[in-house]
Antibody, heavy 115, light 110 residues
């Protein structure tokens, strides 16, 4: 079964850091672009970042540039999102998704930034 | 405010047809493929349409997609109460070098 499982979410203070992980299974992870998408409570979807199969290309939404870093470990079939300098505006459910058109989604992990 | 514009809500009766529009510009919809997603309450989004008008395996042909210029449309026929959800369009923006989602449209099946 093709599956994506996010982990690493939680409560963090403003200015803090968090690292999200996404474990992939059921498909050849190294053959696909991967994407992070977030959704603030009661709001719509926001594209966050994506990364090419070999990690050679990475793209970010302007609001996270310089603060978030997307990476992957193809040997571990895992995708990561390192989030630094977190603010209240980063509070959201974070989803990982397969490919640039997001054909497979994980269940999401909640990140809450609050003091 | 989203770069891709969708109506906040649409509604129709069971069995009827509804369309959801997604308006953008030449840097996004005009020169890139459009995808559509369905998000049922409390669940992760699900891909409904990709490359403007292609349905993934398992998506019924009641769902259709089209694109013309800088706008795209999702059509749903034979509406069912189970279709009540939020629907999002998505695409790439070549100027921003970033992905985009529309603001979402809430479908109510009356």
């Amino acid at each position: 079964e093709v599956q994506l499982v996010e982990s690493g979410g939680g409560l963090v203070q403003p200015g803090g850091s968090l690292r999200l992980s996404c474990a992939a299974s059921g498909f050849t992870f190294s053959s696909h672009w991967m994407t992070w998408v977030r959704q603030a409570p009661g709001k719509g979807l926001e594209w966050v970042a994506n990364i090419k199969q070999d990690g050679s290309e990475k793209y970010y939404v302007d609001s996270v540039k310089g603060r978030f870093t997307i990476s992957r470990d193809n040997a571990k079939n895992s995708l990561y999102l390192q989030m630094n300098s977190l603010g209240a505006e980063d509070t959201a459910v974070y989803y990982c998704a397969r490919d640039q058109y997001c054909d497979i989604w994980g269940q999401g992990t909640m990140v809450t930034v609050s003091s | 405010q989203s770069v891709l514009t969708q109506p906040p809500s649409v509604s129709a009766a069971p069995g009827q047809k509804v369309t959801i529009s997604c308006s953008g510009s030449s840097s996004n919809i005009g020169n890139n493929y459009v995808s559509w997603y369905q998000q049922l309450p409390g669940t992760a989004p699900k891909l409904l349409m990709y490359e403007n008008n292609k349905r993934p395996s398992g998506i019924p042909d009641r769902f259709s997609g089209s694109k013309s210029g800088t706008s795209a449309t999702l059509g749903i026929t034979g509406l069912q109460t189970g279709d009540e959800a939020d629907y999002y369009c998505g695409t790439w923006d070549s100027s921003l070098s970033a992905g985009l989602f529309g603001g979402g449209t809430k479908l109510t099946v009356l």
